[in-house]
């Protein structure tokens, strides 16, 4: 079956502090959305590459790949207002006899082995994300108040999260709401399961300067 991978990096950058949008700022010498398309084509170098990105980023995108001699075959969509619209223009490209998964621009560190288990568990079940274990103490706030929760009761959700196209993009015709947190939740709103996947604990979003700092050392202990 044919797989897409739908990248959303619409992000501008303001936690990072900084006046470049968070998924060109380089890592490793090389732009972190470069790595993470990079990610998927060593997976798979027959996967269909979508990336989306806001309108007036996409001159300066067409810059750093000439100047980063970046030639990885990728096809590229306008961004939305909200990720909702975004990832509904990038379904927009993907056929729905396929296997689509949608993933943060900005984590370039997930591994072959947990894209490989979204897919292939996705042929089976629909619907697939990756996640991994809560490791922090989590608390629950009630108004001035606070009280201990289990842990074990919740999971850190993580990208790509891989589906049935015609199941997605079904689940992309729905009005958009602001619960929508991520995909699965707007497949959920259709009254489909989703199935839980093991992630990995590298697969960062990178979002602030200590992720970059993160990022710099993963690169550094890979090399």
């Known amino acids: 079956m044919k797989k897409y991978i739908v990248i959303v990096a619409g992000g501008k950058g303001l936690r990072m502090g900084t006046d470049i949008p968070k998924q060109f700022l380089p890592i490793g010498g090389k732009p972190v959305l470069m790595r993470t398309i990079e990610t998927f ?14 309108v007036d980023q996409q ?12 030639d990885i075959p990728h096809r590229v969509t306008d961004g939305g207002n909200t990720r909702f619209h975004s990832v509904k223009n ?10 689509v998964g949608i993933h943060d621009g900005v984590r370039p560190f997930v591994s072959h082995e947990v894209i490989t288990m979204c897919y292939q568990e996705a042929a089976l079940h629909k619907a697939v994300i990756p996640v991994v274990n809560v490791v ?8 001035n ?19 049935s196209a015609k199941l997605l993009k079904d689940a992309y015709q729905q009005p958009y709401s602001t619960t929508f947190t991520d995909d699965a939740s707007v497949v959920e ?15 960062i979003k990178l979002t602030t300067p200590f992720d970059t700092k993160v990022a710099e050392a993963l690169i550094g202990c890979s090399i």
């Open 41 to 54: 084509y060593t997976y798979d170098t027959g996967i269909n590459i979508i990336v989306v990105l806001p």
């Open 59 to 70: 001159k300066y995108w067409c810059e750093l790949c000439h100047n980063y001699h970046f």
């Open 90 to 99: 990038g379904l927009a490209m993907v056929d729905d006899d396929s296997l």
């Open 136 to 143: 922090e103490t989590l608390r629950q706030l009630h108004g």
């Open 145 to 163: 108040t606070s009280v201990t929760v289990d842990r074990s009761a919740y999971k850190l959700v993580q990208t790509p999260q891989v589906f």
């Open 189 to 203: 709103a259709l009254g489909m399961p989703v199935t839980l996947v093991p992630g990995n604990r590298e697969n």
